[in-house]
């Protein structure tokens, strides 16, 4: 069993930064891989973000590339989202989510075993 838990969400200005956290438990956080998505109210959970086990291959929805890094610190078993230029249209719930198995599809949120509760981020105009 996987336990994980985000922070770092809140209110912030359009143009403004977030960056959120990830704590894992449970297991070794370094044998899986990890991902972000969100979900805004009346839409579906999308992909934003995903990095291997390694921390070595990274992928970005489009919407948001350039603006936002996902990292993760296997020592800390914490994995990041740093969210700079950030407009209303990234107002959402954000999830981190653990694949163990690797399917190859880190864009699909089904193939995620495990899932933190949310965190939410809101951009005024």
């Known amino acids: 069993q996987v336990q994980l838990v985000e922070s770092g969400g809140g209110l912030v200005q359009a143009g403004g930064s977030l960056r959120l956290s990830c704590v894992a438990s449970?297991?070794?956080?370094?044998?899986?891989?990890m991902g972000w998505f969100r979900q805004a109210p009346g839409k579906e959970r999308e992909f934003v973000a995903a990095?291997?086990?390694?921390?070595?291959?990274?992928y970005y929805a489009d919407s948001v590339k350039g603006r936002f890094t996902i990292s993760r610190d296997n020592a800390k078993n914490t994995v990041y989202l740093q969210m700079n230029s950030l407009t209303p249209e990234d107002t959402a719930v954000y999830y981190c989510?653990?694949?163990?198995?690797?399917?190859?599809?880190?864009?699909?949120?089904?193939?995620?075993?495990?899932w933190g509760q949310g965190t939410q981020v809101t951009v005024s105009s």
């Open positions: 989510a653990a694949d163990l198995k690797y399917s190859g599809r880190y864009y699909f949120r089904y193939d995620y075993d495990y």
């Open positions: 990095t291997r086990r390694s921390g070595g291959n990274i």
């Open positions: 449970g297991h070794t956080f370094s044998t899986y891989h």
